[in-house]
């Protein structure tokens, strides 16, 4: 099956550096915010880990959220098939 | 905030998404 493993399973990828001094400098719009999924593909031939860039996460800002809204994201891989093999998983609790 | 990690929200708005999107995932 396909899963999401671990507890790196869905992380914050980190905003460019030049985009976010333009946000912290006054001079530029706050960065969307993207997750990067890590997702074990078992159904894969050979089975496989990916990575996938989910986003922009809206509807969130300095006061928290509980109302994330993710109606213009897309979900785009970041690693080549089979580039992590299933071995290489992220540890899951499950395992042992 | 804009390196925080994600909240709570914004992080069971991603799996619910990849749900959405990818139906056989398993969480």
């Known amino acids: 099956?396909?899963?999401l493993s671990g507890t790196s399973a869905v992380e914050l990828?980190?905003?460019p550096k030049d985009v976010a001094q333009r946000f912290?400098?006054?001079d530029g719009p706050a960065p969307p915010r993207f997750a990067r999924v890590t997702l074990v593909r078992g159904s894969?031939?050979?089975?496989d880990v990916m990575e996938y860039k989910?986003?922009?996460?809206?509807?969130?800002?300095?006061a928290g959220c509980d109302t994330a809204s993710l109606e213009t994201?897309?979900?785009e891989p970041?690693?080549?098939?089979g580039a992590v093999p299933f071995q290489k998983r992220p540890y899951e609790l499950s395992d042992v | 905030w804009i390196f925080?990690?994600?909240s709570p929200g914004e992080t069971k708005a991603v799996v619910d998404f990849v749900k959405l999107k990818m139906p056989a995932v398993e969480t």
């Not at chain 1, 894969?44 to 089975?47: G, L, N, R, S």
């Open chain 1, 1 to 3: 099956v396909d899963f």
């Open chain 1, 13 to 15: 990828i980190e905003p």
């Open chain 1, 24 to 26: 912290l400098n006054g």
């Open chain 1, 44 to 47: 894969a031939d050979p089975p």
């Open chain 1, 54 to 62: 989910v986003g922009p996460i809206l509807g969130c800002g300095t």
């Open chain 1, 73 to 75: 994201a897309t979900i």
């Open chain 1, 78 to 81: 970041m690693l080549a098939p």
């Open chain 2, 4 to 6: 925080d990690s994600l």
